[in-house]
């Protein structure tokens, strides 16, 4: 009778998962229903809401036909071995708060931060508050990432969570898509906050559908999920990454893993931004722009990944 309880119970989770568009192996799942794929947990009450997803293997990058291919975006398979949680959304100012408000994440830094321009003179009249509470939480520079995932560690007594790597968050972004974009292979202003279609024009904001945020983040949740019931993956925020900058493709991990190295100039940023161009929007589009001390960037905010037991 007990065998049989057991038996039932992993059939009835396989068949809630599949429901929810997660293929997987009843092995590969954690042994417990917090953590199987497609479930929703939160360790905390000001901590992200995690999504598990799938163990699997995808080609990451870009076949040289998609418009806005690079080199540095050559197709090559990436294996993971074991299921694992992405955020839900981007971090949001609430989140963050909590985190300042204990004294673990240096909230003044980031708040002078903001209000200095890329000149490095004061914004003054100029700064712009896109708004706080469910927005995504802007401006920190890679290492106050890393303060922040340092806190939810020690709130929560785990040691799991951290940023994603590069093939981690396009694994998530394409959420079993071989399309440009996790909605297809067109840009759609219905499913993103992104900035102008043409790639020529200078930066700033772009309309359409659902898109009414112009040169200002739309709150987490505004735009339709992928399959994988995650949000803002493609467009509102760039989003720090764990990894150094590696052009070389035939050097990246293929299981996944960071690419690392002691030393590294810059880290990576996966996603979009509101004012950013269609180019970057692709699930492919690779950036390593920024040192990770630099702090202020009105359009740069963090997810989070957990490694599961």
């Given at each position: 009778?007990?065998?049989?309880?057991?038996?039932?119970?992993?059939?009835?989770?396989?068949?809630?998962?599949?429901?929810?568009?997660?293929?997987?192996?009843?092995?590969?799942?954690?042994?417990?229903?917090?953590?199987?794929?497609?479930?929703?947990?939160?360790?905390?009450?000001?901590?992200?809401?995690?999504?598990?997803?799938?163990?699997?293997?995808?080609?990451?990058?870009?076949?040289?036909?998609?418009?806005?291919?690079?080199?540095?975006?050559?197709?090559?398979?990436?294996?993971?071995?074991?299921?694992?949680?992405?955020?839900?959304?981007?971090?949001?100012?609430?989140?963050?708060?909590?985190?300042?408000?204990?004294?673990?994440?240096?909230?003044?830094?980031?708040?002078?931060?903001?209000?200095?321009?890329?000149?490095?003179?004061?914004?003054?009249?100029?700064?712009?508050?896109?708004?706080?509470?469910?927005?995504?939480?802007?401006?920190?520079?890679?290492?106050?990432?890393?303060?922040?995932?340092?806190?939810?560690?020690?709130?929560?007594?785990?040691?799991?969570?951290?940023?994603?790597?590069?093939?981690?968050?396009?694994?998530?972004?394409?959420?079993?898509?071989?399309?440009?974009?996790?909605?297809?292979?067109?840009?759609?202003?219905?499913?993103?906050?992104?900035?102008?279609?043409?790639?020529?024009?200078?930066?700033?904001?772009?309309?359409?559908?659902?898109?009414?945020?112009?040169?200002?983040?739309?709150?987490?949740?505004?735009?339709?999920?992928?399959?994988?019931?995650?949000?803002?993956?493609?467009?509102?925020?760039?989003?720090?990454?764990?990894?150094?900058?590696?052009?070389?493709?035939?050097?990246?991990?293929?299981?996944?893993?960071?690419?690392?190295?002691?030393?590294?100039r810059t880290r990576g940023l996966k996603s979009n931004s509101f004012e950013s161009h269609t180019n970057s929007l692709r699930s492919a589009n690779r950036s390593f722009p920024y040192a990770p001390t630099l702090r202020g960037r009105d359009y740069l905010s963090i997810r989070v990944a957990k490694t599961l037991p």
């Amino acid at each position: 009778m007990i065998r049989f309880r057991i038996a039932s119970l992993i059939v009835a989770v396989t068949a809630l998962a599949v429901a929810g568009g997660f293929a997987f192996s009843t092995h590969a799942a954690p042994a417990t229903a917090r953590h199987a794929v497609g479930a929703h947990f939160r360790d905390c009450a000001n901590c992200p809401e995690m999504v598990v997803v799938p163990a699997g293997s995808f080609l990451m990058g870009s076949p040289a036909s998609e418009t806005g291919h690079r080199d540095s975006e050559a197709q090559h398979r990436v294996t993971f071995k074991k299921p694992f949680a992405v955020a839900k959304y981007t971090i949001t100012w609430d989140q963050w708060m909590a985190c300042v408000r204990d004294r673990g994440c240096d909230g003044q830094a980031v708040e002078e931060a903001l209000r200095i321009g890329q000149d490095g003179k004061p914004l003054g009249a100029a700064y712009v508050d896109h708004g706080r509470g469910n927005r995504p939480m802007v401006g920190e520079s890679w290492y106050d990432a890393q303060t922040y995932v340092g806190w939810l560690n020690r709130k929560t007594g785990s040691t799991g969570y951290r940023l994603l790597s590069e093939s981690e968050f396009e694994y998530a972004q394409r959420a079993g898509t071989t399309t440009t974009f996790p909605w297809g292979d067109k840009a759609d202003h219905n499913f993103a906050n992104w900035g102008p279609e043409d790639d020529v024009k200078p930066l700033g904001p772009g309309f359409g559908g659902r898109d009414v945020w112009g040169m200002q983040t739309a709150p987490v949740g505004s735009f339709p999920p992928n399959a994988w019931g995650l949000y803002d993956m493609n467009g509102n925020v760039y989003q720090w990454i764990e990894d150094c900058n590696q052009p070389d493709v035939t050097k990246l991990p293929t299981d996944g893993s960071a690419q690392v190295e002691v030393g590294c100039r810059t880290r990576g940023l996966k996603s979009n931004s509101f004012e950013s161009h269609t180019n970057s929007l692709r699930s492919a589009n690779r950036s390593f722009p920024y040192a990770p001390t630099l702090r202020g960037r009105d359009y740069l905010s963090i997810r989070v990944a957990k490694t599961l037991p």
